[in-house]
């Protein structure tokens, strides 16, 4: 973000498959690639960042399994979110949306909720297809000067750009400050939500890294990148999403007044000292425990005779099974209920997808759940497995049992 080659590595997740690309049967055979999962920190602006680059287009494509719509808890988080920046901001009825990866369109459709007029950019054709279907109009490709040409020739300047869990994403953050500029109204807003580095680093959220991720967020590199190319992050939002986010508002210089929780979380941040080498090595420390004590807790129960599933098969859960090493020796199954994932195996340990019902259909001892930021829901949802006596596993920050 502010292009220094000053980087300091301070964690090693070792070589992970790429989290969402979900192997066929026939698959399982075939050579799979690993890449090095590694995170540095930029001395000079504080951005915590990946080492090694996957290429966007292996990455996002048609066998793209990650379906944005499949949780109450982020639908509620979306529509809150839409709801909040039209009233806040008096958008008129109307006025263009754009949601730059928009998956399925989850977060436009609470726009469109709200009077808006909409359109969403994504760069996964299977995705896009379904988005279209839903009536959510989207244009295949990666958010660029090209795609911001058409948008702007066919629909105009839009009053609102959004990103949730996409700004991370992003490997050219010079183009696409440029086509975000050139898209953007004189008092639009750029609204995105990203997890924030000191949850993660405060509640040892290492699965949450992985290669879509190739960056993590605490407020003071992103002011300093906003600020560079004459832009101002007016405002930030804690919100609990996704084990802890930000919800940062940015608009063309001098636009809105700036906020008083910018300098709230940045105190934060500077007390938990999310930019100090020193810490940041302590949490790897932290990240290695958390492997040992869920491998332990496992083996335990394994020798006890227990049978344990997982339930859920996110990115996160996919790095942590790859990093912990837990195959099919100690996880029967994963169950979901995303239609992209079934009936296929994870990727690297390649343990096989089933549907949910099968957890309270077989009622094995423990469940694991992969999909901890949403672990209330989904023991609320499976509720019928733990009256059975049923026990869940959860992972992080360190593993225990309800």
């Known amino acids: 973000m502010c292009e220094s080659k000053e980087l300091t590595m301070f964690l090693d997740l070792g070589f992970i498959p790429k ?9 399982l055979n075939k050579p799979e ?3 090095p999962l590694t995170v540095y920190l930029c001395k000079e602006c504080g951005l915590a960042q990946l080492g090694y680059i996957v290429p966007a287009n292996q990455l996002f494509n048609e066998n793209y399994a990650y379906e944005a719509s499949t949780t109450k808890t982020r639908h509620e988080n979306h529509c809150q979110l839409a709801e909040s920046v039209c009233n806040r901001f008096s958008i008129e009825k109307n006025s263009l949306v754009v949601d730059i990866g928009s998956n399925v369109g989850m977060l436009l459709e609470c726009f469109k909720d709200n009077g808006m007029n909409v359109l969403g950019v ?7 297809e379904k988005a279209n279907y839903k009536g959510i109009e989207t244009i295949l490709g990666f958010f660029n000067q090209k795609i ?16 949730t869990n996409v700004f991370a994403h992003i490997q050219d953050y010079q183009l696409f400050i440029i086509a975000l500029k050139n898209l953007l109204k004189e008092k639009g807003v750029f609204v995105f939500q990203v997890p924030h580095f000191l949850t993660l680093l405060k509640n040892t959220e290492y699965d949450t890294i992985y290669h879509e991720h190739i960056s993590y967020f605490g407020l003071k590199p992103l002011i300093k990148f906003f600020e560079k190319n004459q832009m101002t992050l007016f405002d930030v939002v804690e919100t609990e999403i996704d084990g802890g986010s930000i919800r940062c508002f940015v608009s063309n210089k001098k636009t809105y007044e700036i906020s008083g929780n910018i300098k709230k979380i940045l105190d934060k941040e500077e007390s938990e000292g999310i930019y100090s080498i020193k810490k940041l090595i302590e ?31 996110p ?20 169950t979901e209920k995303a239609p992209l994932k079934i009936g296929k195996f994870t990727p690297g340990m390649h343990i096989p997808i089933v549907p949910d019902e099968k957890l309270t259909k077989d009622q094995p001892d423990y469940a ?8 209330k829901e989904i ?6 497995y733990s009256e059975n006596g049923g026990k869940f596993i959860i992972p992080i920050p360190q593993p225990y049992i309800v």
């Open 122 to 128: 994504d760069a996964s054709a299977n995705i896009v």
């Open 379 to 384: 023991m609320k949802n499976l509720k019928q």
């Open 19 to 27: 989290v969402d690309r979900f192997l066929t049967k026939d698959e």
């Open 368 to 375: 694991i759940i992969f999909a901890w930021n949403f672990a």
């Open 315 to 334: 990115a996160k859960g996919i790095t942590m099974i790859n990093f912990c090493k837990i195959d099919g020796s100690m996880l029967e199954y994963i």
């Open 33 to 35: 690639t690993f890449y």
């Open 148 to 163: 911001v040409t058409e948008i702007k020739n066919s629909k105009g300047l839009a009053s609102v750009i959004t990103a």
């Open 283 to 313: 949490f790897a420390e932290k990240v290695k425990s958390q492997k040992n004590n869920l491998n332990q807790l496992l083996l335990e129960l394994k020798k006890e005779g227990k049978s344990i599933v997982g339930v859920g098969a």
